[in-house]
């Protein structure tokens, strides 16, 4: 019955997959200029709340809520999935 249940209820509700890019280490090149990395982190998700350039709240197909709080503004991407 749950099974049921769940592909009924994934004919209705959109899956986004969200790709957060965080920034890393600090890179000094040849000529003296420095370059940023970015680790990137990627959660599925079926509803995306953006606060702000640096708040964002997640809620995660498993039922899970992820707050995420950053000092500086991060890049990011949704990709639709369903």
């Known amino acids: 019955m749950k099974r049921f249940w769940n592909w009924l209820a994934g004919l209705f509700i959109d899956e986004f997959e969200v790709t957060i890019y965080f920034p890393g ?3 000094e090149l040849e000529d003296g200029t420095s370059r940023l990395s970015y680790n990137p982190k990627q ?3 079926k509803r995306v709340k953006i606060l702000s350039d640096t708040e ?4 995660k197909t498993d039922g899970q809520v992820v707050r995420i709080k ?3 503004p991060v890049g990011f991407d949704i990709t639709k999935i369903k």
């Open 25 to 27: 280490d600090g890179i």
């Open 70 to 72: 950053t000092v500086e």
């Open 43 to 45: 959660y599925t998700c």
């Open 56 to 59: 964002f709240r997640l809620y």
